[in-house]
């Protein structure tokens, strides 16, 4: 059983920056393909940032430049700095992941499987 904990949200000023990580266990073998998701109130949930099994990474265009997702196989550890918060930018914050490897980093929901609690992440102006 795979399980995704979140942690690091927060309040910060516009301009600030947050770390989020997301714990992940329950795999065999590592290389599987992780993504962070976010849900602001009366949206719906969109793709913020990916990595694939090569370490390949991809980024929403509003975050390009200002956010960076990593991965550390060895502390079962999927992270995301995110700089130069924006109020736009406020939103809970979710870690997924899909049951195996996968070449080219994806932003759309279906191809991930497990999915974490959420942290809440609010950028104030």
């Known amino acids: 059983q795979v399980h995704l904990v979140e942690s690091g949200g927060g309040s910060v000023q516009a301009g600030g920056s947050l770390s989020l990580s997301c714990e992940y266990s329950g795999y065999t073998y590592g290389g599987h393909c992780m993504g962070w998701f976010r849900q602001a109130a009366g949206k719906e949930r969109e793709g913020v940032a990916a990595?694939?099994?090569?370490?390949?990474?991809t980024y929403r265009d509003s975050v390009k430049g200002r956010f960076t997702i990593s991965k550390d196989n060895a502390k079962n550890t999927l992270y995301l700095q995110m700089n130069s918060l924006k109020p736009e930018d406020t939103a809970m914050y979710y870690c997924a992941a899909m049951r195996g490897r996968c070449y080219g980093a994806v932003l759309t929901e279906s191809p991930y499987i497990y999915w974490g609690q959420g942290t809440q992440v609010t950028v104030s102006s």
């Open positions: 990595i694939d099994s090569d370490y390949r990474t």
